[in-house]
């Protein structure tokens, strides 16, 4: 992974969100400020088109930051996408997948916290950012076989966790 060049942020600034779009920007993936605490980025994963989504939460020096899936759960899997889901979070070191409850689309979650004047640097985000992409990645297979290949969640992740040696 590439960080972004050091001169690009201005290490006075108390925004992270300013960082998020010069490394957007830097990389040439869509975004758009959706409001002073809000950006959303469109970067392009192995399987799919991710949704990242940061909020800035100034009083809690928060940035929360979502990685969002681009299919819906219809109602009939939701039982077993909840059940693959807490399978999935037992594997996770960092984050944790969940469904979100107005669009019904997976999606990894992770908060940096900057206490006591801390503030994002480009290793930091790019990090949670490339964590983000490499599990949705690594988990994308297991929700095409639950929603689509009509398996259950406990072949779902086998099939989308088996390592191959080699090369064909």
Same mark, same amino acid.
């Given at each position: 992974?590439?960080?972004?060049?050091?001169?690009?942020?201005?290490?006075?600034?108390?925004?992270?969100?300013?960082?998020?779009?010069?490394?957007?920007?830097?990389?040439?993936?869509?975004?758009?400020?959706?409001?002073?605490?809000?950006?959303?980025?469109?970067?392009?994963?192995?399987?799919?088109?991710?949704?990242?989504?940061?909020?800035?939460?100034?009083?809690?020096?928060?940035?929360?930051?979502?990685?969002?899936?681009?299919?819906?759960?219809?109602?009939?899997?939701?039982?077993?996408?909840?059940?693959?889901?807490?399978?999935?979070?037992?594997?996770?070191?960092?984050?944790?997948?969940?469904?979100?409850?107005?669009?019904?689309?997976?999606?990894?979650?992770?908060?940096?916290?900057? @206490? $006591?004047? &801390?503030? +994002?640097?480009?290793?930091?985000?790019?990090?949670?950012? %490339?964590? #983000?992409?490499?599990?949705?990645?690594?988990?994308?297979?297991?929700?095409?076989?639950?929603?689509?290949?009509? @398996? $259950?969640? &406990?072949? +779902?992740?086998?099939?989308?966790?088996?390592?191959?040696? %080699?090369? #064909?």
């Amino acid at each position: 992974m590439t960080f972004v060049k050091k001169d690009l942020f201005d290490p006075g600034a108390h925004d992270p969100l300013t960082l998020v779009e010069l490394i957007a920007t830097q990389k040439r993936w869509a975004n758009e400020r959706l409001s002073e605490t809000e950006m959303m980025i469109q970067v392009p994963g192995a399987w799919a088109m991710y949704h990242m989504y940061f909020v800035w939460q100034e009083k809690l020096s928060a940035l929360q930051f979502c990685c969002q899936f681009d299919f819906r759960v219809p109602n009939p899997n939701r039982a077993d996408v909840h059940t693959l889901l807490t399978m999935i979070n037992e594997r996770l070191w960092l984050g944790h997948f969940d469904l979100n409850t107005d669009e019904q689309t997976p999606m990894f979650r992770h908060n940096l916290l900057m @206490r $006591s004047g &801390e503030q +994002a640097n480009a290793q930091q985000i790019e990090d949670v950012m %490339g964590i #983000a992409a490499a599990e949705c990645d690594r988990f994308y297979p297991a929700f095409q076989f639950v929603l689509w290949g009509n @398996r $259950s969640p &406990e072949d +779902a992740i086998g099939a989308a966790l088996i390592h191959t040696n %080699g090369r #064909a």
